[in-house]
């Protein structure tokens, strides 16, 4: 399971696999009194050349796989929660898209999912606008532009 914790992408990547975690009280899966280092996986992240070591953890009891991610970016996403909601709220405003290093595909993808949650969860009559059923979205603990509902 992913586990989101306040850290700097910046640190992760100066400091490698020596930098300092601060592991879970608990097993967040079932609340085991302790979990277990289980070594370190390799994700990659916008702006950073190289992958970026995030530590996993190993509950003894649940058998659950726990990785580290940082609370600035969505599960699966490379590109940082406020990187992805600045570009809609650009488009929204300026009516189109910002220049940015990030690819029309990409865009476009994330559009697409993001037209089709808000569909699903706030009606095809929706009249907020992206931003806001981006925002609802989140709020709800769902990853606004993800394929998966
Ligand atoms: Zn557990």
């Not at 994700?43 to 991610?69: E, Q």
């Amino acid at each position: 399971m992913i586990y989101f914790v306040p850290v700097q992408l910046k640190d992760i990547f100066e400091q490698g696999k020596n930098y300092s975690w601060v592991k879970p009280e608990v097993c967040p899966a079932c609340g085991h009194y302790k979990v277990w280092g289980h070594g370190f996986t390799a994700r990659y992240f916008r702006d950073f050349s190289d992958c970026l070591y995030l530590k996993c953890y190993r509950c003894p009891d649940c058998l659950c796989i726990i990785t580290l991610r940082p609370d600035t970016h969505f599960s699966r996403l490379r590109s940082s929660r406020e990187t992805i909601r600045t570009h809609f709220e650009q488009r929204q405003v300026k009516g189109r898209w910002p220049r940015s290093s990030l690819s029309r595909s990409c865009l476009r993808y994330w559009l697409a999912n993001l037209t089709r949650l808000t569909s699903v969860h706030l009606g095809c009559d929706w009249k907020g606008g992206l931003l806001a059923a981006f925002d609802w979205l989140l709020s709800m603990g769902k990853t606004p532009v993800s394929r998966v509902m």
